[in-house]
Nanobody
Framework: QVRLVESGGGLVQAGGSLRLSCAASGLTFSRYNMGWFRQGPGKEREFVAAFSWSGGNTYYADSVKGRFTISRDNAKNTVYLQMNSLKPEDTAIYYC??????????????????WGRGTQVTVSS
């Protein structure tokens, strides 16, 4: 049974930083593509970043490019999201997601069959 557990969320002032973690179990982590999505209040879930298992390619939403960095530690079965220069509009529940195949669209939530429960990030102005 695949399980994804996010942690590291919290309240931070604008301009600050947070690092989210997602611990995975029940899967061969090194063979899974990992992604981060978020859902802000009153908004639809949106893609944030992804890290392919093959080739180590990374993908980012334009809104976070240059500020957020996705990384993974296969030895720890964990994917991270380092978030710098946070803005109030980054306030959202952040979700970790996993898929075992290469999607045609990395930013499509439908491409990821496994999801965590999310961790809240609140950025105050």
């Amino acid at each position: 049974q695949v399980r994804l557990v996010e942690s590291g969320g919290g309240l931070v002032q604008a301009g600050g930083s947070l690092r989210l973690s997602c611990a995975a179990s029940g899967l061969t982590f090194s063979r899974y593509n990992m992604g981060w999505f978020r859902q802000g209040p009153g908004k639809e879930r949106e893609f944030v970043a992804a890290f392919s298992w093959s080739g180590g390619n990374t993908y980012y939403a334009d809104s976070v490019k240059g500020r957020f960095t996705i990384s993974r530690d296969n030895a720890k079965n964990t994917v991270y999201l380092q978030m710098n220069s946070l803005k109030p509009e980054d306030t959202a529940i952040y979700y970790c997601a996993a898929n075992p195949y290469t999607p045609s669209k990395w930013n499509a939530s439908s491409a990821y069959p496994y999801w965590g429960r999310g961790t809240q990030v609140t950025v105050s102005s």
